[in-house]
């Protein structure tokens, strides 16, 4: 997919990257019922809704955005540098882009665990983003109230307009003995991120030099539990299949190197298919057709020909779409490194009405011969085991429930076929 490097001068960069964005966006907008988009206070929906509104002003046309907020009673226990509810910062976006109609959901009484068999029903598979379905189907189904006809988003946005992580890139130039420009570069992240210096030099070199960090590390990093038996495991011979693929035992890519990462990631048409499957059969649920200009063909074709310190420059990361949506978003949102967003802290907090019912289920599941078939037995019981203590909003960033929801799903899913 990637073709010949262009190369042009910085300016030029972001003006040919707003030429295709704006073609993406624009021929995406057409229905004869309202346009909404998705809208957190980040840089992908940002920037789609910064592009979209502005188009849809010229026509007189308001933009619905819709955005998911916490339950109403959460209390978010998020470190400083993370936020629960985005809030300030998605009515900072459409106070300065102008011509939206907010509409921001908490979905009270709603919750990933009630949520698994209309799941299933509309899916008609086993799914792993537990902690987003009840909202992602709650907006779906908020904008079909709002005569919405096409929900934009920005899905993709990560892999292709917001691509340029910096410790990624500082340990590419650090592998590259590019010393002058890592000590700049360095010197102006930490300018505006903050933080300690010594703490980035330790990221960078461990992301460079992994099999060193690791030799002089004192301690092991914790890793997700193998979740497959494994005598089915060897049955199925599994782990041989995910490895000709490049994936690991862990479900991720077996390549250490972010650049392969994106690479493999373009060229391995199951992401289209997993995340197409969703939108779509969300669509036929709700008559809301979803369309995501940062997976435009033309606009990935872009963001792969550009040369990496496109994406990460004097300090800052995600440099290309920050510098592209200057007039499009406010300063506050475009140039925030320091806070970042984050999704479905609240789904133990929603569950603990059904506490009791859950792990209920899931001792069932432990005693289940078909299950012990599939998962491994000794991971699912000291799962169990923890899950039976009073639950905590603090649980949802624990691995271990996660373990327990994705192979609750599966159960459920297995049941009825069994």
């Not at 200009?293 to 990496?308: A, G, K, Q, W, Y």
């Not at 506050?332 to 792990?359: C, E, K, S, Y």
């Not at 491994?376 to 960033?397: G, N, T």
């Not at 691995?399 to 929801?405: D, G, I, R, T």
Request: charged share 25%; with cysteine; aromatic share 12%.
């Amino acid at each position: 997919m990637q073709g010949k490097r262009l190369k042009l001068n910085n300016d030029e960069y972001v003006e040919a990257f707003q030429g295709v964005f704006h073609e993406s966006v624009s021929s995406r907008l057409r229905t004869h019922r309202n346009v909404g988009s998705h809208l957190s206070g980040g840089l992908d929906s940002g920037a789609v809704v910064g592009f979209a509104a502005k188009h849809l002003q010229v026509e007189n046309k308001q933009l619905h955005s819709f955005s998911m907020i916490p339950a109403s009673d959460f209390v978010d226990f998020s470190p400083n540098y993370l936020l629960a509810d985005e809030s300030p910062y998605i009515q900072s976006t459409a106070k300065y882009v102008g011509g939206i109609t907010e509409h921001y959901c908490n979905f009270d009484g709603k919750d990933s665990y009630s949520e698994i068999d209309e799941f299933l029903d509309m899916l008609e598979m086993p799914y792993k983003f537990f902690e987003n379905s009840f909202w992602l189907r709650g907006i779906f189904e908020k904008a079909q109230e709002n005569g919405v006809g096409v929900l934009l988003s920005g899905g993709r946005g990560n892999f292709s307009i917001s691509w340029g992580d910096a410790y990624e890139y500082y340990a590419l130039l650090l592998k590259q003995l590019k010393w002058i420009r890592l000590y700049r570069e360095l010197t102006n992240f930490n300018n505006r991120v903050g933080g300690s210096r010594k703490r980035k030099l330790r990221i960078i070199t461990k992301i460079g030099f992994p099999m060193i960090s690791q030799a002089l590390s004192e301690g092991t990093e914790f890793t997700l539990p193998t979740l497959i038996n494994p005598s089915f495991a060897a049955k199925t011979d599994v782990f041989t299949r995910l490895n000709e693929a490049g994936i690991s035992h862990l479900g991720m890519y077996s390549k250490t190197d972010i650049f392969g990462i994106r690479k493999k990631h373009f060229e391995d048409v199951f992401h289209w298919n997993a995340s197409n499957t969703v939108s779509t059969k969300l669509s036929l649920h709700t008559s809301v057709w979803e369309r995501d200009p940062t997976n435009d063909i033309r606009v990935i074709r872009f963001c792969l020909s550009l040369p990496e310190e496109q994406y990460v420059q004097n300090g800052l990361d995600r440099a290309l779409i920050r510098r592209a949506t200057q007039n499009y978003l406010p300063d506050n949102v475009r140039l925030n490194q320091r806070i970042h967003g984050v999704q479905g802290a609240d789904w133990v907090h929603r569950m603990m009405p059904h506490w009791d019912r859950f792990t209920d289920e899931l001792v069932e599941m432990g005693n289940d011969e078909h299950a012990n078939n599939v998962f491994h037995p000794e991971v699912i019981r000291l799962a169990i085991e923890k899950a039976k203590q009073p639950p905590k909003p603090e649980f949802s960033i624990d691995p271990h429930y996660k373990v327990l929801m994705r192979s609750l799903i599966v159960y459920r899913f297995m049941k009825r076929f069994t």
